[in-house]
């Protein structure tokens, strides 16, 4: 059953799927992690791709940038393909002082700024708190130990702005709450995957350093974040044979 943006017949679409927004970054896992691997999607070139890892039939899917994109992605591959468990796997900038480029942030929680996204979803007497679904993040965070990979857990704030208007005071005053990483899907992810009852779970690279401008180039934030690929991938592999 293809939807307006997703070209693919039920079942060619896995009960797992890795949501990249760079659609380059979903092929990149698609050639050099998957096995048997079918390309469902060439809508809008936002690549989708199905294939296994170790044995463990997971599909990446690419998003787009921003709230109302992923929020599309996120809502089909639901209600038209019976996903279960969706983990962003994208980039984000640093606020905090104890987290760095390349480092990995594991979004507990959601926060967002003035979007109007999370808010549609609820009259004025509501101020939603969108979270992480807990056996994801616990199985994820297992994983990155055993990797020793170099992770923070906590929250991440996304935006609608890009490039926002921020003063170094409001960057400290938000990192002071213990803002981790700013990024612009997590959000809407977390609110959908709530309303549908179904696991959602963002792992982010810092792919850059807000305050001191510390950057990774485009080419490595492409196709470089092999940790973060990694960690995706053995997260579905040793939660697939837990829960499902």
Do not use: W
């Amino acid at each position: 059953m293809s939807t307006p943006h997703i070209n693919a017949e039920k079942g060619e679409i896995a009960s797992t799927v890795l949501l990249p927004g760079d659609p380059l970054r979903a092929k990149f896992i698609a050639d050099n992690f998957l096995e048997d691997v079918k390309r469902y999607n060439t809508v809008r070139n936002a690549f989708g791709y199905t294939g296994t890892y170790k044995g463990t039939p997971v599909s990446v899917q690419a998003t787009g940038m921003g709230m109302p994109s992923i929020g599309i992605y996120a809502t089909e591959l639901i209600k038209f393909f019976d996903v279960q468990n969706l983990i962003r796997i994208g980039t984000a900038g640093t606020i905090a002082p104890d987290v760095h480029v390349r480092d990995i942030v594991i979004a507990e929680g959601a926060s967002s700024g003035q979007s109007g996204y999370v808010n549609s979803f609820f009259d004025k007497t509501v101020n939603f708190a969108p979270i992480a679904n807990f056996d994801l993040l616990d199985e994820t965070v297992h994983q990155a130990q055993a990797m020793n990979l170099r992770y923070h857990v906590g929250n991440a704030l996304g935006e609608d702005r890009f490039y926002n208007d921020y003063t170094p005071e409001q960057v400290k005053y938000l990192a002071s709450f213990g803002i981790l990483a700013c990024e612009m899907e997590i959000p809407a992810l977390y609110t959908i995957a709530a309303k549908y009852h179904r696991r959602a779970l963002g792992i982010l690279t810092v792919s850059d350093n807000i305050v001191t401008g510390e950057a990774t180039t485009p080419e490595e934030r492409q196709t470089g974040f092999k940790d973060m690929m990694n960690l995706s991938l053995e997260t579905v592999v040793n939660f697939t044979k837990k829960h499902e």
